[in-house]
C-alpha cells in the first residue's frame, strides 16, 4: 500500500519582530494581558511594498527545495493553504510555483482558515496515494498583518505572519499519512469573520473606512468551540487507530492562545511535553502554525514516531490528521 510521507519541512518568518511592548504603544494593552491570556510574546510582519504571501510561500519553497535536494522541475503539484491570497485571484500557490521556478508544477489555494494546511496535507497525501504524483508540496501561509485592524486590541496582539511547506512523496514503509478526521459548520461565520472585502459585500470607500475588510472575532464562543471540537476529534482519531496517550509521542495543535492548548492537553489527560508549541515566537499565524511547528521540532521527531495534528478555525473548520514521522 503506498502512503505519502513527509520527507522534508522548512518555514519561513518575515524578518521584522513585532513586539508586545511595541503593541502596547499602539493600542491600550501590556505585554502582561498579551502573555497571560495568549502565551504570546511576539509574532513576525511582512513589512514593505508589494509584498503578499507569496514572498514567504516562495521563500519556504526554495529552501524546502535546497534541503530535500529536489530539483524545481521534479515538483509535480503545490497546494497553498492560506486566507490571505496576494489577490482574490490569481492563485498563490501557481503565482509562487512560478516565482520558485517550478516549471512542471500545477497548483491551487484552499482556503479553510486555521485548518487550512491540515486539509490541504489531507488532498496532497491523497493525491500521491493515488499513484499519480510523486513529489507534493505542501504550504500553509498567511499574511494576516493584512487584515488585521491594528486598533482593535482583541485581534491584533493574537496574529502573525509566516509559511511552512511540506514535502510529501510516495512510500512503502511504515511511516505516511495514515488517518484524518475533519468537520465543518458554517453557522461558526458569526464568530469569526470579515463583514466586507468579498463578493457578498465588495470593499467601498464606506466598507474600508468602517473597517469591514478586517477580521472581527467573538473571542469567548471561539475559545470554548476550538477546546470542544479539537479535543473531541483527536479523541476519536486516537481510538479509532488503537493510540494511547503512551504511543502518541506529539501532539502539534493549531497555535492560537496557549491557555487553548493547555486545556486539550488537560482535557486528553496527555503530557504537556509531548505538545508542540511555539506561539510565544510567532503567535497565530493561521495556516502557517502546524508547518512552523513540525519545522521547529524537526530535531526532535525521530523516524517512525506517531504524531496527531489537529487544528480549529474560522468557519467552523476543525480535524485531526495521524501520521507516522
Ligand atoms: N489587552 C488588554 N485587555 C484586553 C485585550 C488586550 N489585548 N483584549 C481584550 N481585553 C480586555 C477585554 O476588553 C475585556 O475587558 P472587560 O472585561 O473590561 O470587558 C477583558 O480583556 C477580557 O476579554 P475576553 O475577550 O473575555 O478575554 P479572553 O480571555 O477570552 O481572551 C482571546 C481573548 C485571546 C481572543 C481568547 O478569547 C481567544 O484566544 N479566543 C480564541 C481565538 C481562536 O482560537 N481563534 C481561532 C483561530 S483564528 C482563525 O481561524 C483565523
Known sequence: QIRAAITGVQGYLPEYVLTNEELAT??????????????????????????????????????????????????????????????????????????????????????????????????????????????????????????????????CVIFGDGAGAVMLEPTTEDVGIIDYQHHGDGSGEK??????????????????????????????PVFKAAVTGMTDVVSKVMARNGLTNESLNWLVPHQANIRIIQTISSMLDFPLDKVMVNIERYGNTTAGTLPLCLWDYESQLKKGDNVILTAFGGGFTWGALYLKW
Open 191 to 220: 464568530y469569526l469573520y470579515l463583514v466586507a472585502g468579498g463578493s457578498r459585500k465588495p470593499a467601498t470607500v464606506d466598507s474600508v473606512m468602517a473597517r469591514e475588510h478586517f477580521v472581527r472575532q467573538n473571542g469567548r
Open 26 to 155: 499602539i493600542v491600550d494593552t501590556t505585554d502582561e494581558w498579551i502573555t497571560t491570556r495568549t502565551g504570546i510574546k511576539e509574532r513576525h510582519i511582512l513589512k514593505g511594498e508589494n509584498m503578499g504571501t507569496s514572498v514567504m510561500v516562495t521563500a519556504a519553497i526554495r529552501g524546502l527545495l535546497k534541503k530535500t535536494n529536489t530539483a524545481p522541475e521534479d515538483v509535480e503539484l503545490v497546494i497553498c493553504a492560506t486566507v490571505t491570497a496576494d489577490s482574490i485571484f490569481p492563485d498563490t500557490a501557481n503565482v509562487s510555483a512560478y516565482q520558485a521556478g517550478l516549471v512542471n508544477a500545477f497548483g491551487f489555494d484552499l482556503n479553510a482558515a486555521c485548518s487550512g494546511f491540515l486539509y490541504a496535507l489531507t488532498v496532497g497525501a491523497k493525491m500521491v496515494e493515488a499513484g499519480r504524483h510523486k513529489k507534493v508540496i505542501v504550504v500553509g501561509a498567511d499574511k494576516m498583518s493584512s487584515i488585521i485592524d491594528y486598533t482593535d486590541r482583541t485581534t
